[in-house]
Every structure is written in structure tokens, then in C-alpha cells.
């Protein structure tokens, strides 16, 4: 698995995929939908498909991929190895979504929240194995979201294919183990090589699974928080674990696309109070209240200065 | 994530972000360091932010852009003061002139840096040092000359003429500059077909006796408007109706629609409720594809049975 292509930007999502068996253009195919990487505040989640001929189902069934969770490490990379050793018959590819990407989806004005992109990205690396020729007629899911929802829209998306969605899609059957083996050794070598894209020295790369509950995982986070800038572009911004460290840690920092309220809101917007309007005039505290500016002036946000 | 963040008093920093002509700043020639000085507005007659360059000989206005949300960073700091100054250029007549129409009203001639005298902004007698001040006085003043000293007097006709020349000045500029005069708002990437020839040149005049104005007290101003044969607008609140509408007929009077249907017992109107910051925030979020608290309720056999 060559992750060069990530590795040399790793702010932006990036597809890898393998070589496209032969038999997959000619023969009915099936394919698998897995995530790794969900969970963590810490890297990318990495989408894969895995696939191959309706044929060789019960040679993948042999080979005993399993759900990645079930597994170690070492069992992983060594199902992995074999996959690639299948690569006759066995293609896959894979969507690495960075932290980045997540944090800036969504955090971004229109909201685009985890599943739709999860959704999004599934629907996308079926497209790519559709574009590359691979006859599909299966597709088996591991949910996101509510299952039956999630299959309709598929279905409805690739008239002609037969989508399964379930949860623990990765336990039943062998084609979504082998897609969730795939992310899960992408997603553990790119967080175990990140490259940090900031200066910051000799990194501690001690930072434990990167769930938000791991202690490990929570240091490292209290280390590595710039008041300023909050977190490299390893972390997921959008997650409340880092968010609720930079509220009370960090710089307080405000967006034009948050709204306030309450007295100081309407103070800073120029907003009078319901009695302003009764009490005639009554003299305000401005030294000339019949003087407006131009709007010429007031029209490109330009004021007078008494100080500085 | 819906937590309200509060909002710290701006701390008083030394850094400015300022755009200024290298003229401004130009301290080769002159002993002393250009400087703000703090001078009476002639329009708001309160305090207003001014340069001097150095040894006085040119002035500048202080504008500031200022809008919510802004910080600049400013090499490896962080500046949380989102403003842009502009020092630009300005003709020190304006800031002379208030001090010689109060003189004015006494009806003599008196040497200016006499006249130019202000307890409570001492700088504005440095004024008279800019190079345009005294070479300029005439557009706005009666001139003696008594043996080797000069002596002036406010002319208000004077003044109107070289008013009327500033605001014509301003309209070519308004006019090269394409910019959006008439009464209308107008995007500025709305692209018009036909070319700003539907301007007219009142909107035109009215909107460079509005920029002159800035400068000018209330009352000069409207004596310009008079000079530029501009009749005053009318403020709505004249223009507006008055309050109660007469009675036209005697008859007694009759609902147009019939109120009645909204106290029958299945019209139940609800005030909107207000909502928590929590629920807000949760009414912004993308929730596309995400399950409903529901379905977490629902008995599992049901997923399985499909």
C-alpha cells in the first residue's frame, strides 16, 4: 500500500486505490463499504471498498478476513498482505478523509456533518469502481445512520445493483471485512507516519489510540494546545473534546456567523431599546445627535478617530 | 459548543495597522517627528484625530475602517484590533475656518494667529504653519496688508464661491470614480446595461455637498445648499400622514373578515416557543443521514426482521 500521495498533502482527502483486476471487468462482482477511524479526535477516517467476483466468495471466506476490531495489528497486516496477494482477483481503493477535511466540513458555514460526508464518500468510491469498469451487482454496507434509510438512497443512486445495508456489516459477511481491513491498516500507518505539517519541533508521538477518552490521547491534547491557533491540522477541530479545550484554554476567538444575544449583543449591534423610543428625545449623550455621517463614509465602515 | 463566550474589553495595544502616504512620514527634512494631534471637528465640533507631518507642513485626516470580526496578524503576532487607518491628505482651510467666522462676527480685520487660538486644543495654532494655510486664507478671507502684517476678515461670499469650486471638484471625482450616488441602493456587482447616464446631476451635487458637508458646520452647510440653488429635502416625518384616519361616513362601521373563526375551539394557536441555546444550536446542525432519538427506542427485532 504506497500512501505517498496523502502523505505529500495530508490537509486534503485522497483516494488510493489498487489495480483493477481483470476478472472484475468481465465477471459479476461484489463489493464491500467500510470505515476506519470514526470515533478518534485524532487523524483521518479512512472510507474503503473492497472487491471481487461473486465467484470467489468462498475463496475470501477462506482466507478469514475478519472484522478488523477483532483483530490485532500483526493479524491485520498479515490479512492485509494476503489480500494483496489475491490482487488477481481482489481489488480495492480507498477514501482518506483527513482531519482537516472533517474539521472544515464541518465547521464550515453550511454545516456538513459526519454522516452526510461518511454517505457521501461511500457513494463516491462506488461511483470510482463503477467508472473503472468493475461489474458490480452486490453491495454490502456497514451502516451509517439508520440502515434502512441509507439503503433506499443507495438503491436509488445505482438502479441495477442488489444494496445490502446492515450494522456489523463487518462481521457477517467477508467482502466488508476485507474493506475494513484495508481503512484500518491505512488509517493505522498514517497516523503512526504523520507528517506534521507545523513546526512544532520534536513531536511526542505518544498520543495513544486517539479516541477522546483516552487519557493518553487527552495529555496530549492539554500539550499541544496553541492559544492562538488551537491544534495542528492532525486534530479534528469539530470534535467537542477539542473544542471544549480550546473554549477554556484558548484565545476566544469570534465569527461573524455565530449569533449572540442578550444585552451586549444588542449594545454591540447598534440596537436600541423599546424605550429609547418613548423617551422623546430626552437628550442623549451625544454631543451632536443631529449630525450623520455621510454614507459615503458610513457605507465603506469608516469613522472618525478622537483616539487612538 | 453552544457555550456563550464572552466578550473581553479591547486591551490597549500600541500597534496600528495604518495606510499613509511616504510623504506623511517623511522626517528627513524637518527636526520634528510627524505626530496625531487631537483638533475640534468643524462639523461635530467635538475632538477628531489628526497627523501632522513633520514640521507641521502637512495635514492629514485619521479615518478608521472598522467592522465586527476583524483581527490582523501582524508578522508573528496577533493583533485582536481588526482595524485599517487611513492618514489622507487634508486641506487645513477646513479646520482654520470655524476659528475666523467666530472672529468674522466681530466685523475687523485681525492677524490670524490671533484668531486661531483655542484653549482647549492649543495644537490648532500649528495649523497656520502648514503650507497651504496662509497662501490659501484669501479663498476664504478679506486681505490687509499694514506695513510688514497682514490682517484678514471672514467673507462669507468668498467662502460659498470656494465651497461651490470644492463640491463641482468632487462631482468630477464622483463622476471618474463611478461611484454609486442616487437614492437607490445598489450592489456593486450588479452590472447595469445602460451606463450611470440615469444619474442625475442633482444626485450628483447633492451627494458632494453631503461629502463637503463633513467638514463644514450644520449651518455652513445649508447656506452651501443654498448657494448651489439645492432645495432642502423635506424629512419623511413631514411627508408622512397623519395618524388617525378620518371617519368618511357616518355608518356604523363593519369588520371586513370575520374574526369569528379563530375563537371556534380547534383553531389553537401556540405562541412560538422560545427556544434554549442548546436547542438553537441543535436547529443549526446538519442532521442528514443521522438517526432520530426514536429509533434508539424502537424494539431491535424489527432491523433484523427485513
Known amino acids: 500500500m504506497d500512501l505517498s500521495p496523502f502523505e505529500t498533502d495530508n490537509s486534503v482527502s485522497c483516494r488510493l486505490a489498487s489495480e483493477i483486476p481483470d476478472v472484475c471487468r468481465t465477471e ?40 478488523s ?85 443507495l438503491s436509488k443512486l445505482f438502479p441495477g445493483i442488489d444494496v445490502t445495508v446492515r450494522p456489523k456489516a463487518d462481521s457477517l459477511f467477508p467482502i466488508v471485512s476485507a474493506a475494513s481491513i484495508c481503512a484500518k491498516v491505512a488509517r493505522d500507518r498514517i497516523v503512526k507516519g504523520w507528517n506534521f505539517a507545523e513546526d512544532l519541533g520534536d513531536v511526542d508521538t505518544d498520543y495513544g489510540s486517539g479516541y477522546p477518552n483516552d487519557p493518553k490521547t487527552k495529555a496530549w491534547l492539554l500539550k499541544y494546545l496553541d492559544p492562538v491557533f488551537g491544534y495542528p491540522q492532525f486534530v479534528r477541530f469539530s ?48 454631543q451632536n445627535p443631529t449630525h450623520q455621517t455621510h454614507r459615503f463614509f458610513t457605507e465603506r465602515r469608516l469613522k472618525s478617530l478622537d483616539t487612538l | 459548543m453552544a457555550t456563550k463566550k464572552k466578550r473581553t474589553q479591547n486591551v490597549q495595544n500600541n500597534n496600528w495597522v495604518v495606510i499613509a502616504a511616504d510623504s506623511s512620514i517623511d522626517s528627513q527634512k524637518h527636526d520634528s517627528e510627524p505626530a496625531f494631534v487631537r483638533l475640534r471637528n468643524p462639523s461635530t465640533d467635538a475632538t477628531s484625530l489628526y497627523m501632522l507631518s513633520s514640521g507641521d507642513v502637512q495635514l492629514f485626516e485619521v479615518k478608521a475602517f472598522e467592522e465586527d470580526f476583524h483581527s490582523w496578524f501582524v508578522g508573528q503576532t496577533v493583533q485582536r484590533d481588526g482595524r485599517l487607518l487611513f492618514v489622507t491628505p487634508m486641506d487645513p482651510l477646513y479646520l482654520i475656518m470655524p476659528y475666523l467666522i467666530k472672529s468674522g462676527k466681530e466685523g475687523k480685520f485681525q492677524p490670524v494667529d490671533q484668531v486661531v487660538v483655542d484653549e482647549e486644543f492649543p495644537a490648532c495654532s500649528r495649523l497656520l504653519r502648514c503650507t497651504r494655510s496662509l497662501a490659501s486664507l484669501h479663498h476664504i478671507a478679506e486681505e490687509k496688508e499694514v506695513g510688514k502684517q497682514r490682517f484678514h476678515q471672514y467673507s462669507h461670499e468668498k467662502t460659498m464661491n470656494w465651497l461651490k469650486k470644492k463640491v463641482e471638484r468632487t462631482v468630477g471625482l464622483l463622476k471618474g470614480r463611478n461611484i454609486s450616488v442616487g437614492e437607490r441602493v445598489k450592489s456593486t456587482t450588479y452590472i447595469r446595461v445602460k451606463s450611470e447616464s440615469d444619474y442625475h446631476d442633482e444626485d450628483y451635487l447633492r451627494y458632494a455637498h453631503g461629502l463637503i458637508s463633513e467638514y463644514l458646520s450644520e449651518d455652513l452647510s445649508k447656506a452651501l445648499l443654498k448657494h448651489l440653488q439645492l432645495p432642502e429635502l423635506t424629512s419623511p416625518k413631514e411627508t408622512e400622514p397623519p395618524s388617525k384616519k378620518r371617519k368618511l361616513s357616518d355608518k356604523p ?13 380547534d383553531f389553537a394557536r401556540k405562541p412560538p416557543k422560545k427556544m434554549t441555546a442548546a436547542q438553537k444550536s441543535l436547529a443549526k446542525a446538519d442532521k442528514t443521514g443521522m438517526k432520530t432519538m426514536f429509533s434508539f427506542f424502537s424494539p431491535k427485532a424489527k432491523a433484523e426482521k427485513k
Open chain 2, 253 to 265: 362601521v363593519e369588520a371586513e373578515e370575520d374574526y369569528t373563526k379563530f375563537n371556534s375551539a
Open chain 1, 28 to 67: 459479476d462482482c461484489c463489493l464491500g463499504i467500510d470505515e476506519a477511524g470514526r470515533g478518534p479526535v485524532l487523524g483521518p477516517m479512512v472510507y474503503g471498498i473492497c472487491f471481487c467476483p461473486v465467484s470467489k466468495k468462498q475463496e475470501l471466506k477462506d482466507s478469514k478476513v475478519a472484522d
Open chain 1, 69 to 153: 476490531k477483532t483483530l490485532t495489528e500483526a493479524e491485520r497486516e498479515n490479512l492485509f498482505q494476503k489480500l494483496d496477494e489475491a490482487r488477481s482477483y481482489v481489488g480495492w481503493a480507498l477514501q482518506v478523509l483527513s482531519p482537516n477535511t472533517i474539521s472544515t466540513s464541518m465547521l464550515q458555514r453550511t454545516k456538513y456533518n459526519l454522516n452526510a460526508l461518511s454517505h457521501d464518500t461511500a457513494i463516491g468510491l462506488v461511483q470510482y469502481a463503477l467508472d473503472s469498469g468493475v461489474q458490480l451487482k452486490e453491495v454490502f454496507v456497514d451502516t451509517v445512520g439508520p440502515a434502512e434509510k441509507y439503503e433506499d438512497k
Open chain 1, 239 to 286: 470534535w467537542s473534546t477539542a473544542q471544549t479545550l480550546m473554549d477554556s484554554k484558548g484565545v476566544t476567538v469570534h465569527w461573524d456567523d455565530e449569533d449572540e444575544d442578550g444585552e451586549k449583543a444588542a449594545q454591540r449591534q447598534n440596537n436600541k431599546s423599546m424605550l429609547a423610543y418613548f423617551s422623546a428625545s430626552a437628550g442623549g449623550n451625544d
